[in-house]
């Protein structure tokens, strides 16, 4: 094992040095601690690039411990080590930019795309202007709303915590131990960090300096991030696996429906939500409504965005029941073998209706759509509209796609206030 892990993917169908085609580079996700390039069937590049005609890289970079261990309190020598993995994530982009053309695609139409942790790396990089000229447009799939580094870090306490265990005398002492060394005592005081509660989905995550901006909505966007079409989406029961083990949950009595959410919400919270929710998606079932969190908190950072940012907004959710279980609503991740166009090679995505076939076209479409042109819209969907104050538009991908103007903004509102993150506050800590 080594921190030698800055390597790429690139599917092509031609070395055309003139194809210009236009290139969609993939941050997987796994928060800032897990993940690989090519971990998942999932996002295999090769039927992108046939049905898109687009060039796809997927990349690697240095994550967890290793990427973003912020020890700037040591010094100025390590002033931005709590950065070093999106400064691979830069690195990978400029040499795209010096190489891609040797791959048949076009150094100046660059998408950057990515969900979950992938997604919030993509507005990194709008938020650290070493990217400015390096892609030209981002696509942010369930996650990167939130502020992780709102959390309390302790870096400096576990780099001690680190010395120790490691019997070594400094901070250099450490930096020069191997990587395996580094990993096992990770893993040795991983019981303890987890104990004073400081493990968890903000453990590891980007440190705001003059590097890395910070979130939009600390410090807003640059003029350069300002000008970068954005388009941002998620799942509609992002963190609802669990329903999942709940066969056939549409036959769950509508009084216990209530019930269910009665315990999470309050009553009365859970009565105004249910009203709400069936006015927008009759259809669906409200059980949604106990995980979809995820929805509400990036409708706030699309509005957010249309209000502070001059290039258009993209709001989209992706809501289709997947046929297992007596049928399943989308889950985190969910959406990825779609994006991809790989749906022939995960098969609990495919009913037997063609819905699957149409969905797959028109999703897959609109990403093609929008790394080629910056806007979305193409063949096989209806109008999608920019996201305005005044048009407060979402494209409803699901079996038969529709554009939803303004249609759940109550329904947000009152949601709001009882979102939670679907991650867990506290995980065991693991590398």
């Not at 979102?419 to 800590?429: D, K, Y």
Request: hydrophobic share 40%; net charge negative; proline share 5%.
């Amino acid at each position: 094992e080594s921190e030698d892990c800055l390597n790429l993917n690139v599917w092509t169908n031609t070395t055309d040095r003139n194809a210009k085609k236009p290139v969609m580079v993939w941050f997987h996700g796994g928060g800032y601690a897990a993940g690989s390039s090519i971990e998942m069937v999932a996002y295999d590049g090769v039927n992108l690039v046939v049905h898109g005609d687009v060039v796809v890289v997927t990349v690697n970079h240095r994550l967890n411990i290793f990427g973003y261990f912020d020890l700037s309190s040591y010094g100025d020598k390590y002033w931005n080590s709590g950065n070093a993995g999106n400064a691979d994530l830069v690195a990978a982009l400029q040499w795209v930019h010096d190489n891609i053309e040797a791959f048949g695609g076009d150094p100046e139409n660059v998408t950057i795309f990515g969900q979950s942790g992938g997604g919030g790396k993509v507005i990194n990089m709008y938020m650290t202007p070493a990217a400015d000229k390096l892609f030209a447009r981002g696509i942010m799939m369930s996650g990167g709303a939130g502020a992780p580094w709102k959390i309390e870090r302790h870096d400096r306490d576990i780099a001690e915590m680190l010395i120790r265990q490691l019997d070594v005398k400094s901070i250099e002492d450490l930096e020069a131990c191997p990587t395996e060394d580094l990993i096992y005592a990770f893993r040795k005081i991983s019981p303890e960090l987890n104990e004073k509660g400081w493990g968890g989905i903000g453990l590891w995550h980007p440190v705001p300096n003059d590097w890395y901006l910070g979130h939009p909505y600390d410090v807003g966007y640059t003029e350069a991030a300002s000008k970068k079409p954005l388009m941002v989406g998620s799942v509609i029961a992002e963190f609802g696996a669990f329903l999942g083990n709940i066969p056939n949950k549409d036959e769950i009595p509508v009084e216990e429906r209530r019930n269910i959410l009665a315990k999470q919400f309050g009553q009365e919270k859970a009565d105004e939500l249910i009203r709400l929710f069936k006015q927008v998606y009759p259809d669906k079932n409200e059980l949604i409504l106990s995980c979809m969190s995820n929805r509400t908190q990036l409708m706030e950072f699309v509005d957010h965005r249309s209000k502070n940012a001059e290039a258009p907004v993209y709001a989209y959710l992706f809501a289709y029941d997947f046929p297992i279980n007596g049928g399943t609503p989308a889950w985190h991740c969910a959406d990825i073998p779609f994006a991809f166009h790989n749906t022939d090679k995960v098969a609990i995505c495919n009913r037997d209706d063609g819905s699957t076939d149409r969905l797959e076209a028109a999703y897959s479409g609109a990403y093609v759509a929008f790394a080629r042109t910056g806007n979305p819209n193409g063949e096989g969907l209806p109008e999608w509209p920019a996201y305005t104050e005044n048009c407060k538009a979402t494209m409803l991908f699901d079996s038969y796609s529709r554009a939803m103007i303004d249609e759940d903004t109550e329904l947000q509102k009152a949601h709001l206030p009882v979102a939670t993150s679907g991650f867990p506050r506290r995980l065991n800590v693991t590398m």
